[in-house]
């Protein structure tokens, strides 16, 4: 009995001993998948780790390159700027230098077209290229009951046959100096019903005229305007600019607001001596305190309609009058004023370019002489008003002309103080002298293309 419960004893510890040994044998399996686990784990996390790693350090090279990519660009694109600017400065110094070789005051000529006129009733112009120089033009005409002519020089002449649109090939170089920052002046010369206002405004002048562009012979201003409006939208990369209009008419040496928005009987305003700068510099000049009139949007795009409602406004406030020339006769002299302020900013050094030009387009009254057998005193005070500021117009082109003389008499009328700006340092001037294709009005053609000699002559000694 004793030796069964021994054998028993070992029997019940062999078998303790072995699922010991199970157990022991299990732990250390279980040991090992812990262990495997946690060295996959540990594998894992290094393997991700190296990964954020390489995810870094692309991100920071995809970074620093951008840096230098965007430092390269913003390099590049500072250079096209440079080299924009510098072409641009570049251009308008050639364009400048052959503007001024032309003279500060150019005269040209244009024959009104003629219309309905017999071959009988018209003058016998003849055109050649003058002595003096190779590339000016002779106008002659036939003297008063005389077989000789008189030939008068000038810097170009336009016949009955030419278009608006070959005109505005001339002065389209004077639109775009105003546009560069320069003063400049373009008058329309002429007796009554000589094509002034035709060549100077058609059709914004008349109400009714409207028309797609190229369907009529529009004049000076529509297309000035139109030019105004390509410059700015073709340059909107690298300036800025802003124009404002003013419309004065000088009636009786007193100046009217054609712009005015007052209602009521129309008042003359104030001539003062103000500071302007004009040309780059500050100037003294003569002002009339009329109202300006922006004309670009907040977007620094030009209003080409509202420059056409300026005109027709104008148009239905000026002094006007029926006369044996003309139907409906301007009797005041009328002066359009576009200013051009343009802005350029170089990115790379913060510079800041300005230019600020003027365009003043003026429409001068008839230079007829008044009728003496007119029963209407008003008619004959306005005539005789007209040709008394035209003369001192003429007085201030001869001063001009004459190298002994001391002073130019700028201050005898309203017309020429106003005008004495245009006339100036630095300033393009354009006289364009209309004259009437008939023969009836040859008094008054001669007389037209005797002021025009004297504009020449001053602008050949300026």
């Known amino acids: 009995r004793n030796v069964q419960d021994a054998e028993a004893r070992v029997s019940k510890a062999q078998k303790d001993a072995s699922a010991s040994k199970r157990q022991t044998e299990q732990a250390i399996k279980e040991a090992e998948n ?16 190296d990964e954020l790693n390489v995810l870094q350090t692309t991100y920071d090279e995809t970074v ?9 660009d913003g390099e590049r694109l500072a250079k096209m700027q440079q080299d924009l600017f510098y072409a641009q400065d570049n251009a308008r110094k050639n364009f400048d230098e052959i503007q ?22 018209l003058e016998n112009f003849k055109l050649d290229v003058g002595p003096d120089s ?33 005109i505005f090939s001339e002065v389209s170089q004077l639109v775009r100096s105003a546009i560069n920052g320069r003063n400049v002046c373009i008058f329309a010369y002429g007796q009554t019903g000589s094509g002034k206002t035709h060549t100077m405004t058609y059709p914004w002048n008349e109400d009714n005229k409207i028309a797609a562009s190229g369907t009529v012979d529009e004049g000076i201003i529509p297309r000035a305007v139109r030019m105004i409006s390509s410059a700015i939208s073709e340059t909107k990369d690298s300036w800025t600019f802003t124009v404002k209009g003013r419309f004065i008419e000088i009636y009786m040496d007193h100046v009217y607001d054609l712009l005015r928005n007052e209602k009521g009987p129309i008042q003359d305003i104030p001539v003062k001596y103000a500071t302007e700068r004009r040309n ?5 000049i003569y002002k009339a305190e009329s109202n300006e009139v ?3 949007t907040l977007y620094g795009d030009f209003h080409e309609a509202k420059v056409r409602e300026m005109l027709l406004q104008a148009a239905k406030s000026r002094h006007t009058r029926a ?19 343009g802005e350029r900013v170089d990115v790379s050094s913060g510079k800041i370019t300005e230019t600020c030009g003027t365009l003043n387009l003026i429409d001068l009254a008839g230079s007829e002489k008044p009728a003496d057998n007119s029963l209407d005193k008003e008619s004959q005070a306005e005539g005789t008003k007209i040709n008394k500021s035209l003369l001192v117009l003429r007085n201030v082109l001869d001063a001009m002309a004459n190298p002994k003389a001391t002073q130019v008499p700028f201050r005898e009328s309203t017309l020429t103080k106003l005008l ?30 005797s002021f025009a000699k004297v504009a020449q002559n001053a602008k050949l000694r300026t």
């Open 34 to 49: 812990a262990r495997k686990q946690a060295a996959f784990a540990k594998s894992a996390e290094t393997a991700r780790t």
């Open 100 to 121: 001024d070789l032309k003279g500060n005051l150019r005269v040209m000529c244009r024959i009104r077209p003629q219309l309905k006129a017999a071959h009988t009733e």
């Open 420 to 449: 004495q700006p245009s006339l100036g340092e630095g300033c393009r001037t354009l006289m364009f002298v209309m004259v009437s294709p008939l023969t009836k009005d040859r008094e008054e053609t001669r007389n037209t293309l």
């Open 280 to 284: 780059g510099k500050d100037e003294n």
């Open 294 to 296: 922006e004309l670009t």
């Open 64 to 72: 620093a390159l951008g840096k230098k990519q965007r430092l390269e």
């Open 323 to 341: 006369t044996d020339k003309n139907a409906q006769s301007s009797r005041s002299h009328s002066i359009l004023s576009l200013k051009i302020e």
């Open 134 to 166: 190779g590339h000016l033009q002779l106008l002659s005409i036939s003297k008063r009951q005389s077989s000789e002519v008189d030939s008068f020089q000038m810097e170009r002449i336009f016949d009955k046959n030419e278009s608006n649109d070959q």
